[in-house]
């Protein structure tokens, strides 16, 4: 039971902004939202995380919204290496199908 | 963050046989996990491998299939016995990395298993 539900797939024009979302209405108070990307054929990489405050790294900013039942994983200037395997996970180790994003130029 | 390596990267093996991967980690940590991505599938896990103690492994995974090993806190193995072709897969390592009140995990490159 991956807990989260992602949009299977996404489009985003290379230079935008690209706004994943993820679901997670049973999430629970102890519980972080974790997103991860796997490009093709590599391990998954370690994007950011949060509780319940907005979060922003070198790579991404992640909205969580104030019930904390959905987020959203923002790549702000979109590049073509960003294509990948998005995964937004809250249930420790429980992987869900993910949302495949392509960058197209 | 935590560097991964696994070895071999890749192999092909004939049914039957078994296959012993590695996992080495720059740094001591407590917990590593063991993933099989089967393929166009996403990572589902099989094991947890804590040193000094048996893997815990979840549901559908037993340790005659998948013995583990984790003799220190930078190391560890898995066994793939017995492989059939529904064995092929990506099998991938990962470590827990406590940091800044919170955990993060990372992931190693994988070692992509074909049999046949």
């Known amino acids: ?105 | 963050s935590a560097v991964i390596s696994q070895k071999p990267s890749r192999d092909i093996c004939q049914r039957g046989t078994s296959l012993t991967i590695q996992c080495q980690v720059d740094s001591q940590v407590t917990m590593m996990f063991w993933y099989r991505q089967q393929p166009g599938q996403s990572l589902t896990l099989i094991a947890t491998a804590n040193q000094g103690s048996e893997a815990t492994y979840e549901s559908g995974f037993v340790i005659d299939k998948f013995p583990i090993s984790r003799p220190n806190l930078t190391f560890s193995t898995l066994t793939v016995s017995n492989m059939s072709p529904e064995d092929s897969s990506i099998y991938l390592c990962s470590v827990e990395d406590f940091r800044g009140g919170s955990y993060e995990q990372y992931f190693g490159p994988g070692t992509r298993l074909t049999v046949t």
């Not at chain 1, 989260?4 to 994943?20: I, W």
């Not at chain 1, 679901?23 to 994007?47: L, M």
């Not at chain 1, 923002?74 to 990948?84: G, Q, W």
Request: charged share 15%; net charge neutral.
């Open chain 1, 1 to 105: 039971d991956a807990k989260t539900t992602q949009p299977t797939s996404m489009d985003c024009a290379e230079g935008r902004a690209a706004n994943l979302p993820c679901n997670h209405s049973t999430i629970s108070g102890n519980e972080y939202v974790y997103w991860y990307r796997q490009i093709h054929s590599q391990g998954p990489q370690y994007i950011i995380h949060g509780l319940k405050n907005n979060e922003t790294n070198e790579m991404a900013s992640l909205i969580i919204t104030e019930d904390r039942k959905s987020s959203t994983l923002i790549l702000p200037h979109a590049t073509l290496r960003d294509t990948a395997v998005y995964y937004c996970i809250v249930s420790y180790f429980v992987f869900g199908p993910g949302t495949r994003l392509s960058v197209l130029p």
